[in-house]
């Protein structure tokens, strides 16, 4: 599985921004996906995941009513809505797909930068 992320860019804080992440191949929607990110710094984290059929959610407690996983298994694609964004959301952002209870495959990842 290859995965594809886009959609980062420089927004003001309260701002909005959506991410998209692609994969290739035919069985993606039998994976778990998920979105980390990783400051300046620090460790990648967890941000949110979404189950095979879209009907399961899981977000970081920092995140939780600000951002919303979502798929599109028709055409390969996950998504990750940013609203209300704050200067502490400034990250690299990676797409992963789960396999065998692991995050395994991982995209390039798109940089989100939020100014105060």
């Known amino acids: 599985v290859q995965l594809q992320a886009s959609g980062g860019g420089l927004v003001q804080a309260g701002g909005s921004l959506r991410l998209s992440c692609t994969a290739s191949?035919?069985?993606?929607?039998?994976?778990?996906m998920g979105w980390f990110r990783q400051a300046p710094g620090k460790e990648r984290s967890f941000v949110a995941d979404?189950?095979?059929?879209?009907?399961?959610?899981g977000y970081a407690d920092s995140v939780q009513g600000r951002f919303t996983i979502s798929r599109d298994n028709a055409k390969n694609t996950v998504y990750l809505q940013m609203d209300t964004l704050k200067p502490e959301d400034t990250a690299v952002y990676y797409c992963?797909?789960?396999?065998?209870?692991?995050?395994?495959?991982w995209g390039q990842g798109t940089q989100v930068t939020v100014s105060s």
């Open positions: 992963t797909a789960n396999l065998g209870g692991q995050w395994h495959y």
């Open positions: 191949g035919s069985t993606f929607n039998s994976y778990l």
């Open positions: 979404i189950n095979w059929s879209g009907s399961t959610t």
